[in-house]
Antibody
Framework: QAQLVQSGAEVKKPGASVKFSCKASGYTFTSYFVHWVRQAPGQGLEWMGLINPSDGNTGYAQMFQGRVTMTRDTSTSTVSMELSSLRFEDTAVYYC?????????????WGQGTTVTVSS | DIQMTQSPSSLSASVGDRVTITCRASQAVNSALAWYQQKPGKAPKLLVYAASRLESGVPSRFSGSGSGTDYTLSISSLQPEDFATYYCEQSYSTPQTFGQGTKVELK
């Protein structure tokens, strides 16, 4: 069955960077976009961006432009996201999720989430 | 950016009740609308995509409808496992955006 497995929890200081990984299995890695969504404590879902594993093309939410970089490694079916210049308000659970390349599909498989705590 | 507004923000209901949650987009999203269920400490789960298509394995008591800017998620007979927070999401344009969520609580 399709699965996304994310890297473990991180604690970072303000100004530092964090890199997440999201390893796909059970499906054709290059046939689905991978999106990143975060959720601050007690808050809703916030879309951060996406990557097309087939060609590496990315699209980022404006509020993260310049701070986020998404990459993929097709040899290991892994997508990575790096977030730099961390702020206290970046404390959140970060999820990766896949979406079919068909129009109007949903995010049908999610990773388990990675908790990032930004603390001095 | 397309803004997604859900209503209500929360509701109290009993097992067996019919529940309806509404999502309004700030501009038409052409049925590129999905609904998710999230329980505490868990990742969201896809319920409905393309406004009205039920994801495989989701109980038939869930249904979605709507077009243009207005969409609805209905639960025909609320079950104990349905108490959760529900989110709509538009994927018509980038950035994809979520509603603020509707928390369904036990009355």
């Amino acid at each position: 069955q399709a699965q996304l497995v994310q890297s473990g929890a991180e604690v970072k200081k303000p100004g530092a960077s964090v890199k997440f990984s999201c390893k796909a299995s059970g499906y054709t890695f290059t046939s689905y976009f991978v999106h990143w969504v975060r959720q601050a404590p007690g808050q809703g879902l916030e879309w951060m961006g996406l990557i097309n594993p087939s060609d590496g093309n990315t699209g980022y939410a404006q509020m993260f432009q310049g701070r986020v970089t998404m990459t993929r490694d097709t040899s290991t079916s892994t997508v990575s996201m790096e977030l730099s210049s961390l702020r206290f308000e970046d404390t959140a659970v970060y999820y990766c999720a896949r979406r079919s390349m068909r129009f109007y599909s949903g995010l049908d498989v999610w990773g388990q989430g990675t908790t990032v705590t930004v603390s001095s | 950016d397309i803004q997604m507004t859900q209503s209500p923000s929360s509701l109290s209901a009993s097992v067996g009740d019919r529940v309806t949650i509404t999502c309004r987009a700030s501009q038409a999203v052409n049925s590129a609308l999905a609904w998710y269920q999230q329980k505490p400490g868990k990742a969201p789960k896809l319920l409905v995509y393309a406004a009205s298509r039920l994801e495989s394995g989701v109980p038939s008591r869930f249904s979605g409808s709507g077009s243009g800017t207005d969409y609805t998620l209905s639960i025909s007979s609320l079950q104990p496992e349905d108490f959760a927070t529900y989110y709509c999401e538009q994927s018509y344009s980038t950035p994809q955006t979520f509603g603020q969520g509707t928390k369904v609580e036990l009355k």
